[in-house]
């Protein structure tokens, strides 16, 4: 018994107890009259402590703990912390783990740290917030809380498992960032967990021309469980309420949504009211504010196709630009400037010598997932003083200089090389684009550092001190260049040759034409397009998204190409 208890660390262990309840009154007596000590534990201590630890005759073998013998509390804890789906197949093991696993708390602690949900469906109270405040006035603030009263799902009775198992678990692969398939326009939906709701958000742009307002949302459908074993997938578009959806994942990285009532789309008014009020909503005004008849055009264009979905959309899978410590900035989603045809959502990430602007949105003249953007980080534009900034010409003439010096390397061959490198090689060999070389004539026709075998001129030293120190360099738009938000920075970081793709409308004959782009800081940067006289503005979108980082960055080249593909 005492070897029992000094193995245990804390007494008897339950098969010493199990053996003392079945003896007799006087075999325990005689047992508890026994010495403390056991003659061969005595001999094992005693040649453990001569021999330094190495005995003549094999060592006894280690005491057996099996996880049946610890306690049920300490089981919970251990269960708690592995993940979800592993638990049905711990489940299979015995009884006693089928038993324990019914316990909420282990699956209330799955749903917090796998999908962030933090309320309790016990005491949902306590935050303040009613069930019905929680399904009505949050989830679809446009329609009061009382109309939907009786339908409101009984949280007192639900548990979290099922919670786990048949809502979360389920439907975790729609989870994340989707791009909507809505012809040129596109779209981005962000579904996450809300609450005890899973919810499709669709993201857009704020009203033109304010590009650094936040991003605005509505609901498009939501999930969640109505009775204990079964989820409820319900439409959210229109101005009637939540009514009856389908859900089907059609295959890995897209879903696709189905209202199955949609008479809740209309309105009483007809498409008139359905126009105005969808106006209002996407534009932040009445078509009689809009003055300019080819925008009135583009916004009756847009409303007729994008109506005629109901909401029926197939969704594809899209993800967050990986991000690098020697990239020009932080990658991710911008709001952008785009003239008449307003605000679109435009992805900037960086691939090796250069960097892309990739449509999230769209507009018929240049459609969603096609890349508005390129900018050459090997070529640093160095600008005017101020007074020559205003003039279109002087940076027409230093912009198409900079092209011509680009055309001689690629005919040279060697833009093709310096290009597979920048995708091949390892990253460290690569310039940082943060100080990029300067551009002296010497150059090898390939770009590559240290081919002249010169480091940076005095010039853009200069210029890249005040940079650093965080001046910036005076900025001020050419004369004649349109743009629709005349707020824009006044000092900019650092300038590089460029190129946007514009196209006739339906995207007939697009084109690439040389342009400028302009850092201003962290968060925003510009583009002037020369053969347009037009300036972009563009915005970071400040919004944290779960779910959303790519596997690996070849998962996000192909996500890019695969987006592109269905509007080329």
Known sequence: MAVCARLCGVGPSRGCRRRQQRRGPAETAAADSEPDTDPEEERIEASAGVGGGLCAGPSPPPPRCSLLELPPELLVEIFASLPGTDLPSLAQVCTKFRRILHTDTIWRRRCREEYGVCENLRKLEITGVSCRDVYAKRINPRVKSGRFVKILPDYEHMAYRDVYTCLLHRYRHILGLWQPDIGPYGGLLNVVVDGL????????????????????????????????????????????????????????????????????????????????????????????????????????????????????????????????????????????????????????????????????????????????????????????????????????????????????????????????????????????????????????????????????????????????????????????????????????????????????????????????FILFDEDRFGFVWLELKSFSLYSRVQATFRNADAPSPQAFDEMLKNIQSLTS
């Open 197 to 516: 709701f899973i919810i499709g958000w669709m993201y857009l742009p704020p009203h033109d021309p304010h590009v650094d307002d936040p991003m605005r949302f509505k609901p498009l459908f939501r999930i969640h469980l109505m009775e204990r074993k079964a989820a409820t997938v319900e439409c959210m578009y229109g101005h009637k309420g939540p009514h009856h959806g389908h859900i089907q994942i059609v295959k890995k990285d897209e879903f696709s949504t189905k209202c199955n009532q949609t008479d809740h789309h209309r309105m009483s008014g007809g498409r008139q009211e359905e126009f105005r009020t969808w106006l209002r909503e996407e534009w932040g005004r009445t078509l009689e504010d809009i003055f300019h008849e080819h925008m009135q055009e583009l916004i009756l264009m847009k409303f007729i196709y994008t109506s005629q979905y109901d909401n029926c959309l197939t969704y594809r899978r899209i993800y967050l630009p990986p991000s690098r410590p020697d990239d020009l900035i932080k990658p991710g989603l911008f709001k952008g400037t785009y003239g008449s045809h307003g605000l679109e959502i435009v992805m900037l990430s960086f691939h090796g010598r250069r960097a892309r602007g990739t449509k999230i949105t769209g507009d018929p003249n240049i459609p969603a997932g096609q890349q508005t953007v390129e900018i050459d980080l090997r070529h640093r534009i160095q600008l005017p003083d101020l007074e020559n900034q205003r003039n279109f010409n002087e940076l027409s003439r230093i912009v198409l200089e900079v092209r011509e010096r680009v055309r001689q390397e690629q005919q040279e061959g060697g833009h093709e090389a310096g290009e597979g490198r920048g995708r091949q090689g390892p990253r460290e060999s690569q310039p940082s684009p943060a100080q990029p070389r300067a551009e002296a004539p010497s150059k090898g026709p390939d770009g590559t550092p240290g081919e002249d075998g010169g480091e940076p001129g005095d010039a853009v030293a200069a210029a890249e001190q005040p940079a650093q120190c965080g001046q910036g360099q005076p900025f001020v738009l050419p004369v004649g260049v349109s743009s629709r938000n005349e707020d824009y920075p006044r000092t900019c970081r650092m300038c590089f040759y460029g190129t946007g793709l514009i196209a006739g409308h339906g995207f007939t004959s697009p084109e690439r034409t040389p342009g400028v």
